[in-house]
Nanobody, 127 residues
Framework: QVQVVESGGGLVQAGETLSLSCTAS????????MAWFRQAPGKEREGVAC????????IYTESVKGRFTISRDNSKNTLYLQMNTLKPEDTAKYYC????????????????????WGQGTQVTVSS
């Protein structure tokens, strides 16, 4: 049984930094792409960042490029999201997502519909 657990959310002020972590168990972590999604109240869920199983390639949604960094440590089954220069519009519940297809490339649309999801962690950025 695959389990995905996020940690590290909280309340910060605009311009500050926050880091999220995620551990995944029940799968060969180093064989699956991993991603962060988020959903703000009244808005659709969106893919924020994704990293391939090897960690070589990453993709980001346009609004976080240059501010967020996704990384992974396959030896620890852990995914990270470093969020710098946070903005109020980054306020959302952030979800860690493990791909359900082994060795596939990152693709937000596909992963949104067929992956393993954590329960989410709230990130709130005050202005």
């Amino acid at each position: 049984q695959v389990q995905v657990v996020e940690s590290g959310g909280g309340l910060v002020q605009a311009g500050e930094t926050l880091s999220l972590s995620c551990t995944a168990s029940g799968l060969t972590f180093g064989s699956y792409a991993m991603a962060w999604f988020r959903q703000a109240p009244g808005k659709e869920r969106e893919g924020v960042a994704c990293i391939t199983y090897s960690g070589i390639s990453t993709i980001y949604t346009e609004s976080v490029k240059g501010r967020f960094t996704i990384s992974r440590d396959n030896s620890k089954n852990t995914l990270y999201l470093q969020m710098n220069t946070l903005k109020p519009e980054d306020t959302a519940k952030y979800y860690c997502v493990a791909d359900s297809r082994k060795n596939y490339a990152c693709q937000f649309q596909r992963m949104a519909g067929s992956s393993y999801w954590g329960q989410g962690t709230q990130v709130t950025v005050s202005s």
